[in-house]
């Protein structure tokens, strides 16, 4: 089944188109990973998928609920862990509780300080637990390895490789380090547009 | 659990939020009775003069102490990644953009209504004009909210951030204060203050119909 | 689809290949460059004639003597501070909803100018309120509208300056300049409705039915003048405008290059 479907994909800032078209069709089970330089569009490409930039031309199909993780990981530093992961769950909860999204990012026993006193690496596993306790098939990731050491970003394959199992489907982009994962992988590369003219 | 919608999920969470951050929130009310304060100190504390300048001052002091909390209204979910949450998938926003809207006026501008009287007796307005105060607070305040979240959104990745916010509110509230201090002085003599609080209903009708679309597509503009 | 049908379609085909033409920014710049002096020209012409009517031939106000004759500024400019908005409006809201790169920049250029017709509507209502009301500054319901006009202009000018994305800028700032059509005439009402509460009528610089029949034509010359200086100022802030976002484009430096030779041409069959 396809969950998410994207065609001749454009946005343009600054009158500029920021990468050439992009199609891609995402189906149950599947990852695609979205590669490139840095200022080749990735995270602007995952932003037009999300919903959150209207594509130049092009248009974005979604069949699903999804969840995006951004840059930012989208949590309130004057929350507590529990407090930002039971605002996501009132949106739509999963079978996941607070308790096991906490364990399964690797923050036991942190779900009840204050955001801001966690650190980045931290900050980022509370943003990527968002994920478990929604009820959203597709996963947009923006960067989901940047700031986690070797066994954070093993625990964030782990997490792709059972939500794929379980029917989601997943886009990630990244620029160094490749998933390693038991589910099928799609590689997308993107290109500068303005690249590609000079 | 039961899905909550995103608009009551957000406007609980706005309002725990400002509670635990009440220092902050007060802000506008401090600066309400610091203007209410300093003007008898600056023209003298004569009651027919005061009485007189009540109406303006209270609703010019209520203006601009709005303008404090509107910098902080969606930059922090701007720097955070909560922001651009809001026009995942299919959601449009709108839900967000209301509670925010009221969670707002709910923060900055309802504590400033409540002690409203406190400012009005404390600068000699005659106390049959309080009720026709309150009613124009009440009805003017929800416009005045979203005149400048239009202009907190609009600046919200400008250079220079903030700076821009007085000169893009000060034009289009000319017709809120004309309308409520209007009301408010006739009442204060006496006389029937209807047609102002008519013209300052329609004119906040007409924000509250029209503001939600500019605000939303200048945030989302700011997000590109 | 009968003869007139046929018409009025044929001008509508034509009218919108122009647009979309004009929509080119190497064409528009040609066009710019071609017309606006032809503009400049049609604007001196007005004006000298326009101004000679006013100071020569219409005679003194019985009332009013020589100060009147500030009227023929003053009043164009007033008029033509409000057409630029309603222009502004218009050219702000196909950018918004076509998002033509062109619109996006003319209504960004409407901005300045219409400032600085408010500017002078402003500063000759008070040098003509000066004899008048003895005083510099009067709380009259149409000078007071104006000043907030010009507020509301400087707050398009900052807002559109504030954004590095020049496109994103004049889209932000479109937005504003919608928000400002909507409240304009409010703002205006409100400030009648307050100056009548307030002081009763203050005298008008212009009464109601004092236009007489001799102050008509050179009111309609400068009427017409500003028009035309108004589409000079422009096509050529847009030009200037275009240019200089495009400025790493080829078109650009062809387009320059173009007017350079042409330059350097003239001077040198001047030293020969």
Same mark, same amino acid.
Request: proline residues 5%; glycine residues 8%; aromatic residues 8%.
């Given at each position: 089944?396809?969950?998410?479907?994207?065609?001749?994909?454009?946005?343009?800032?600054?009158?500029?188109?920021?990468?050439?078209?992009?199609?891609?069709?995402?189906?149950? *089970?599947?990852?695609?990973?979205?590669?490139?330089?840095?200022?080749?569009?990735?995270?602007?490409?995952?932003?037009?998928?999300?919903?959150?930039?209207?594509?130049?031309?092009?248009?974005?199909?979604?069949?699903?609920?999804?969840?995006?993780?951004?840059?930012?990981?989208?949590?309130?530093?004057?929350?507590?862990?529990?407090?930002?992961?039971?605002?996501?769950?009132?949106?739509?909860?999963?079978?996941?509780?607070?308790?096991?999204?906490?364990?399964?990012?690797?923050?036991?026993?942190?779900?009840?300080?204050?955001?801001?006193?966690?650190?980045?690496? +931290?900050?980022?596993?509370?943003?990527?637990?968002?994920?478990?306790?929604?009820?959203?098939?597709?996963?947009?990731?923006?960067?989901?390895?940047?700031?986690?050491?070797?066994?954070?970003?093993?625990?964030?394959?782990?997490?792709?490789?059972?939500?794929?199992? +379980? *029917?989601?489907?997943?886009?990630?982009?990244?620029?160094?380090?490749?998933?390693?994962?038991?589910?099928?992988?799609?590689?997308?590369?993107?290109?500068?547009?303005?690249?590609?003219? *000079? | 659990?039961?899905?909550?919608?995103?608009?009551?999920?957000?406007?609980?969470?706005?309002?725990?939020?400002?509670?635990?951050?009440?220092?902050?929130?007060?802000?506008?009310?401090?600066?309400?009775?610091?203007?209410?304060?300093?003007?008898?100190?600056?023209?003298?504390?004569?009651?027919?003069?005061?009485?007189?300048?009540?109406?303006?001052?209270?609703?010019?002091?209520?203006?601009?102490?709005?303008?404090?909390?509107?910098?902080?209204?969606?930059?922090?979910?701007?720097?955070?990644?909560?922001?651009?949450?809001?026009?995942?998938?299919?959601?449009?926003?709108?839900?967000?953009?209301?509670?925010?809207?009221?969670?707002?006026?709910?923060?900055?501008?309802?504590?400033? /209504?409540?002690?409203?009287?406190?400012?009005?007796?404390?600068?000699?307005?005659?106390?049959?004009?309080?009720?026709?105060?309150?009613?124009?607070?009440?009805?003017?305040?929800?416009?005045?909210?979203?005149?400048?979240?239009?202009?907190?959104?609009?600046?919200?990745?400008?250079?220079?951030?903030?700076?821009?916010?007085?000169?893009?509110?000060?034009?289009?509230?000319?017709?809120?204060?004309?309308?409520?201090?209007?009301?408010?002085?006739?009442?204060?003599?006496?006389?029937?203050?209807?047609?102002?609080?008519?013209?300052?209903?329609?004119?906040? /009708?007409?924000?509250?119909?029209?503001?939600?679309?500019?605000?939303?597509?200048?945030?989302?503009?700011?997000?590109? | 689809?009968?003869?007139?049908?046929?018409?009025?379609?044929?001008?509508?085909?034509?009218?919108?290949?122009? !647009?979309?033409?004009?929509?080119?920014?190497?064409?528009?710049?040609?066009?710019?460059?071609?017309?606006?002096?032809?503009?400049?020209?049609?604007?001196?012409?007005?004006?000298?004639?326009?101004?000679?009517?006013?100071?020569?031939?219409?005679?003194?106000?019985?009332?009013?003597?020589?100060?009147?004759?500030?009227?023929?500024?003053?009043?164009?400019?007033?008029?033509?501070?409000?057409?630029?908005?309603?222009?502004?409006?218009?050219?702000?809201?196909?950018?918004?909803?076509?998002?033509?790169?062109?619109?996006?920049?003319?209504?960004?250029?409407?901005?300045?100018?219409?400032?600085?017709?408010?500017?002078?509507?402003?500063?000759?209502?008070?040098?003509?309120?000066?004899?008048?009301?003895?005083?510099?500054?009067?709380?009259?319901?149409?000078?007071?509208?104006?000043?907030?006009?010009?507020?509301?202009?400087?707050?398009?000018?900052?807002?559109?300056?504030? !954004?590095?994305?020049?496109?994103?800028?004049?889209?932000?700032?479109?937005?504003?300049?919608?928000?400002?059509?909507?409240?304009?005439?409010?703002?205006?009402?409100?400030?009648?409705?307050?100056?009548?509460?307030?002081?009763?009528?203050?005298?008008?610089?212009?009464?109601?039915?004092?236009?007489?029949?001799?102050?008509?034509?050179?009111?309609?010359?400068?009427?017409?003048?500003?028009? !035309?200086?108004?589409?000079?100022?422009?096509?050529?802030?847009?030009?200037?405008?275009?240019?200089?976002?495009?400025?790493?484009?080829?078109?650009?430096?062809?387009?320059?290059?173009?007017?350079?030779?042409?330059?350097?041409?003239?001077?040198?069959?001047?030293?020969?």
């Amino acid at each position: 089944m396809t969950l998410l479907q994207a065609e001749r994909l454009t946005f343009q800032r600054g009158g500029e188109d920021i990468f050439e078209p992009v199609s891609l069709t995402l189906a149950a *089970g599947r990852v695609i990973v979205i590669r490139g330089d840095n200022g080749a569009g990735k995270t602007t490409l995952l932003r037009v998928l999300a919903g959150v930039l209207s594509p130049s031309s092009g248009c974005v199909r979604l069949n699903a609920e999804p969840i995006f993780v951004g840059h930012l990981p989208a949590v309130k530093a004057d929350l507590s862990g529990r407090e930002n992961l039971h605002y996501e769950r009132q949106l739509g909860a999963s079978q996941t509780t607070i308790a096991m999204a906490l364990i399964q990012v690797g923050l036991a026993g942190m779900g009840a300080r204050p955001a801001r006193t966690l650190s980045a690496g +931290q900050k980022k596993r509370l943003g990527l637990a968002r994920l478990l306790v929604r009820n959203a098939p597709i996963w947009l990731l923006d960067e989901p390895y940047a700031s986690l050491d070797a066994a954070g970003c093993a625990r964030v394959d782990a997490l792709i490789d059972a939500h794929t199992s +379980q *029917g989601g489907a997943v886009v990630l982009s990244t620029h160094q380090q490749l998933p390693q994962l038991d589910a099928a992988i799609d590689y997308l590369n993107v290109a500068s547009a303005s690249a590609a003219d *000079g | 659990m039961a899905k909550t919608s995103p608009f009551l999920a957000l406007l609980k969470r706005d309002i725990k939020l400002s509670i635990r951050r009440a220092g902050e929130t007060l802000l506008p009310l401090f600066f309400l009775f610091a203007v209410v304060v300093l003007i008898p100190l600056g023209v003298g504390p004569g009651p027919n003069l005061l009485s007189l300048m009540a109406p303006g001052m209270i609703w010019v002091a209520a203006l601009l102490a709005s303008l404090l909390a509107l910098d902080q209204l969606f930059r922090g979910d701007l720097d955070d990644g909560t922001l651009e949450q809001w026009f995942i998938g299919p959601s449009s926003g709108y839900a967000q953009l209301g509670a925010r809207l009221i969670s707002h006026w709910l923060i900055s501008a309802l504590p400033v /209504i409540v002690f409203s009287p406190l400012a009005a007796i404390m600068l000699h307005l005659p106390l049959e004009a309080l009720p026709v105060l309150i009613l124009t607070l009440l009805i003017g305040t929800p416009a005045l909210s979203l005149i400048g979240s239009l202009a907190a959104a609009l600046t919200l990745t400008t250079r220079g951030a903030g700076g821009l916010l007085p000169i893009l509110v000060f034009p289009m509230v000319v017709p809120l204060l004309i309308f409520a201090t209007g009301a408010v002085s006739l009442a204060a003599e006496g006389t029937v203050s209807n047609p102002h609080l008519g013209l300052l209903l329609a004119f906040t /009708i007409l924000n509250l119909s029209l503001m939600p679309i500019a605000i939303r597509a200048a945030l989302k503009m700011n997000l590109e | 689809m009968s003869h007139q049908d046929e018409q009025v379609w044929v001008i509508w085909k034509t009218l919108k290949r122009w !647009f979309h033409m004009l929509g080119s920014p190497p064409t528009f710049s040609r066009f710019a460059r071609t017309v606006s002096p032809w503009l400049w020209a049609a604007f001196a012409i007005c004006l000298v004639y326009g101004i000679y009517l006013a100071l020569y031939v219409v005679p003194p106000d019985y009332q009013q003597s020589d100060t009147s004759r500030i009227m023929y500024i003053h009043v164009p400019s007033a008029w033509q501070a409000m057409l630029i908005y309603v222009i502004m409006a218009v050219l702000a809201s196909i950018a918004l909803i076509w998002r033509i790169r062109m619109t996006e920049i003319m209504a960004m250029s409407c901005a300045p100018i219409g400032a600085a017709f408010t500017l002078i509507c402003l500063v000759t209502g008070s040098i003509w309120g000066r004899p008048m009301w003895g005083t510099w500054w009067e709380w009259d319901a149409r000078l007071t509208s104006m000043l907030v006009l010009l507020f509301i202009y400087i707050g398009i000018m900052a807002l559109y300056a504030a !954004f590095d994305d020049r496109r994103k800028a004049a889209r932000i700032a479109s937005v504003l300049v919608l928000a400002g059509a909507v409240n304009i005439p409010i703002i205006h009402f409100s400030v009648e409705w307050w100056t009548t509460l307030h002081q009763g009528q203050t005298i008008r610089l212009l009464g109601e039915s004092s236009l007489h029949s001799s102050m008509m034509p050179p009111l309609l010359w400068l009427t017409v003048a500003i028009k !035309f200086m108004f589409g000079a100022a422009l096509l050529d802030r847009s030009r200037n405008e275009l240019l200089e976002q495009d400025q790493s484009k080829q078109w650009v430096q062809r387009e320059l290059e173009g007017q350079f030779d042409a330059r350097q041409q003239t001077r040198a069959a001047d030293h020969a």
